[in-house]
């Protein structure tokens, strides 16, 4: 038997953000890494005009602040923005599902962004009656 070894890659952890209930999405601190919140505050969110099916949101880095940019919040070691009012013209029910955006960088952009895909499960409340 002949094995190919896989390499691990940068141990980073899991990249993802999490909507609260109060509307703030929470950055775990595999996205914080990846993100390099420490250093980044400022960000876009967009949604992709050319695909109408497309659900996904996008991350946009944003060197300074304007009219469009979402300013990263820190509270203790963790990072978040607040997206209540996208959420709510979105149609998204934060309050009673559980959201969970899977972050990944799109390469072939021509400016530095993530895809936020959503993973969709209702709360455990909800379940357990």
Sequence with gaps: MKFKFLTPKDNVGIVKATVHKTGKMGFSTGAIKVLSLDKNKYFKLALNEDDENDTNL???????????????????????????????????????????????????????CYKLSRRKSTSKKQQNP
């Design 58 to 112: 996008y991350l946009v880095l944003a060197k300074e602040s304007d009219k469009d940019t979402f300013v990263t919040n820190k509270a203790g070691p963790y990072y978040y923005i607040k997206i209540k009012h996208v959420l709510d013209e979105l149609g998204v029910d934060y309050k009673s599902e559980t959201i969970i955006y899977d972050i990944r960088e799109v390469k072939d952009s021509e400016v530095k």
